[in-house]
């Protein structure tokens, strides 16, 4: 999709976010709600039918959960928040996407548990924080943490959802208010999922503003536009449908206008799907800073040892300068030379944490089950590849019975690229299969790169012969480097 100017400047503000460990989600119903899981009324719908209400007709949904309470007590409302939130296994693909970026802190107030098995599908180690006294313990080496500020279907009796629950709030759960304002001080919320009329944003805000107090740091929602064809009632004429819009817009823009009150900057959309764009777009430029190194070599040709190395050196060392993480599969001849570029670069800088820079997965060498080595190796590659968003070729050739030839393992791998959206620079100067994938980029630079001049020449330069290196290195990290914003 084609991005508005407003949406452009958020993508761009919240990957900075993430990639310096500073951003953050608070997750409302609508995350869930495309799953079939009900929104409020539809939560609400059956007890206010009992106390022969009309839910279409009532705006303080939170008072609908108070009266049934007083009547009837807390069963009927257990039993509903168990059985509607226990139904979805899988999260949707907003849930998966917000698993695969880089985040590691998640606010929800919902009852379902599809962000944290989302998570954990992903392969992540996950803490939940779901009452007081989870506060006292904490899980080491975790990947995320998932603040259930109102609870969880597996506990309704502790649900938030009641007046009485949210007024008496800070005094029952004070410590997720403690660590809800350290989090809206240090980080940068994305507000997904909040409606219009969900009770929760507004006690949220208001909670938020106490806590803050006039600290407001810079946090971003999504709000959909109010569109004149979502006001089509046929039993409205059409100067009362256009009246009605009229007035929804103008609300919605005073509202819009009042979280800036509380620090929150409305990122505003068409429709619904949008989300999943502007989420998908955030996941590519995250990944982007992840570079995968696809290299073979058996025969430095047309580079002597000594240089080829040099180059490789070189080149790994320059990516971890810039802070980009390195992916690598240790592939011959060329594998240690990446990590040794990335040591040394860690070792000059005292950078603190050599993961922070490399990602190494060596193939494993023997069968293991049914799949045989070279079915396992495929599927090695997919797990590698899929955790970058850019690709280096290098060189790639192989001994087999006695003869030199273009590594097929490297060609697969480019053609996993492409399938992963990952954008593949060959350095066509290198040789061998290297050279074979240059000239097919170069052949349609379209349909590999985004449209970009200045991106389409530096991967020309790659393929030039008696490049030197550095003018590899520059025109290599200035293609990176124009792909993190095309």
Known sequence: MEFTQQQKSFINAFVTEINNGDAAIFAGAGLSASLGFVNWKGLLKDLADELNLNIEKEHDLLSIAQYHFNKFKRGKINNKIKNEFTTLKEGSDNHKILSKIGIDTFWTTNYDQL???????????????????????????????????????????????????????????????????????????????????????????????????????????????????????????????????LYAKIKQELKIDDLIRYGINAVMIKDYPEITSILSEIEKRTKRRNVFISGAAYDYSPYTEESAKDLIHSLSYKLAEKEYKIVSGYGLGIGSIVINGALDYKLNSKYRNLDDLLILRPFPQMQSGTKSIPEIWTDYRNDMIVKAGIAIFVFGNKLVDGKIVNSNGMEEEFDICLKHSVVPIPIGSTGSISKVLWEKVISNLTKYYPDNTDLHNAIKELGKENISKDDIITNTIKAINILQKA
Do not use: Q, W
């Not at 506060?135 to 938030?160: C, L, Q, R, T």
């Not at 403690?178 to 409606?195: E, P, Q, V």
């Open 115 to 245: 962000i944290e098995r989302t998570l954990e599908a992903d392969g992540k180690t996950v803490e939940r924080k779901l009452r007081n006294e989870d506060f006292a313990s904490n899980i080491k080496k975790k990947d995320a943490i998932v603040y259930k500020m109102h609870g969880d279907k597996d506990s309704p009796d502790e649900a938030v959802l009641t007046k009485d629950d949210y007024e008496t709030y800070n005094d029952k759960k004070e410590l997720f208010s403690t660590a809800l304002r350290g989090d809206l001080l240090s980080k940068t919320f994305l507000f997904i999922g909040f409606s219009f009329d969900d009770p929760n944003l507004d006690y949220i805000l208001g909670r938020i503003k106490i806590l803050l107090k006039d600290n407001t740091p810079t946090h971003f929602c999504f709000f959909k536009e109010i569109a004149e064809s979502d006001f089509k009632d046929a039993d409205k004429s059409v100067e009362e449908n256009k009246e009605n819009y």
